[in-house]
C-alpha cells in the first residue's frame, strides 16, 4: 500500500506528504509490507509511516542496498543485484536499478515521520515522476506552522 506514486525531490516535498497524510488525504504505513507488496515496489513508489502508531523504526523490503549516502537532507541507497549473503560483490548492476531515499523528522509535537521513496537509476523510457510540490491533486496542502522543524 503506496502512500504515494512520483518523485521526492526536497525536504519540501516530504513535509507536503507528512502534511497530507496527518490530514488523511493520503493512507500512512500502518504494518510491515507482506511479501507480496515488496514485490510491487516499483520506481515511484513512496511509503510514510509514524514510528509509534505503525510499530516499526526501521523499513525492511526485501531488496539489497549499498551503504548510505548523504544527500541533501536525505539518506540514499543503491540497489544491488541479488540477495544478501552472496560473495558480498555485487554482479553486473542493471540499468533499471532503484534507488532508495529515506527522510525522517520528528514534529514538535513529539511524532517520529518516516519518509522511504524509490526511483529508478534510469528513466529514459518512462514518463517523468510526479513531485509532491507540482502535483494539483496536493496544492491545498499547506503545512502546519511549527509542526515541522526547520
Request: glycine content about 8%; overall charge positive; charged content about 25%.
Amino acid at each position: 500500500m503506496e502512500t504515494y506514486n512520483g518523485h521526492v525531490r526536497t525536504p519540501q516535498d516530504a513535509i507536503i506528504l507528512f502534511e497530507a497524510c496527518r490530514l488523511g488525504v493520503l493512507p500512512r504505513v500502518q504494518r510491515r509490507l507482506s511479501e507480496k507488496e515488496r514485490q510491487q515496489i516499483r520506481s515511484g513508489s513512496v511509503f510514510v509511516w509514524d514510528e509509534r502508531e505503525a510499530g516499526m523504526r526501521r523499513w525492511t523490503d526485501g531488496k539489497s542496498w549499498s551503504a548510505s549516502r548523504v544527500s541533501g537532507s536525505f539518506l540514499t541507497y543503491r540497489e544491488m543485484e541479488g540477495k544478501r549473503g552472496g560473495n558480498g560483490f555485487p554482479t553486473s548492476q542493471p540499468p533499471d536499478g532503484l534507488m532508495k531515499q529515506s527522510f525522517s523528522i520528528t514534529t514538535n509535537s513529539g511524532q517520529h515521520l518516516h519518509l522511504i521513496s524509490y526511483y529508478a537509476r534510469s528513466q529514459p523510457t518512462q514518463a517523468p515522476l510526479k513531485q509532491p510540490s507540482n502535483d494539483p491533486t496536493l496544492r491545498h496542502i499547506r503545512p502546519a506552522k511549527g509542526m515541522y522543524p526547520e
